[in-house]
């Protein structure tokens, strides 16, 4: 089994910053990636942004030199510093881990509001 624990989330003024945390724990021998998606209500649940454990990073083009992604492999936890925040932003926020044989594992969620 494996688990993943958010936190972070919360609501903040556009303009302002957030941090989300995500710690994978349980049967982890090693992590291919770490990743984290977002769903607004009526819309399909998108990437964000997603790092390889090597370091490799991807992002949305509409969160491009706003977030920064980052992966401590050691401690199976990966990171996202919002900052610029806009309303647009607002969604419920999924931290997902990439395991070799087990595919990929996804969070609870936790929920991102940036008022206008």
């Known amino acids: 089994q494996v688990q993943l624990v958010e936190s972070g989330g919360g609501l903040v003024q556009a303009g302002g910053s957030l941090r989300l945390s995500c710690t994978a724990s349980?049967?982890?021998?090693?992590?291919?990636?770490m990743g984290w998606y977002r769903q607004a209500p009526g819309k399909q649940r998108e990437l964000v942004a997603h790092?390889?454990?090597?370091?490799?990073?991807n992002y949305a083009d509409s969160v491009k030199g706003r977030f920064t992604i980052s992966i401590d492999n050691a401690k199976n936890t990966v990171s996202l510093q919002m900052n610029s925040l806009k309303p647009e932003d607002t969604a419920v926020y999924y931290c997902?881990?990439?395991?070799?044989?087990?595919?990929?594992?996804w969070g609870q969620g936790t929920q991102v509001t940036v008022s206008s």
């Open positions: 997902s881990v990439d395991l070799p044989f087990y595919g990929t594992k």
């Open positions: 790092i390889t454990s090597g370091g490799r990073t």
């Open positions: 349980g049967s982890i021998f090693s992590i291919n990636a």
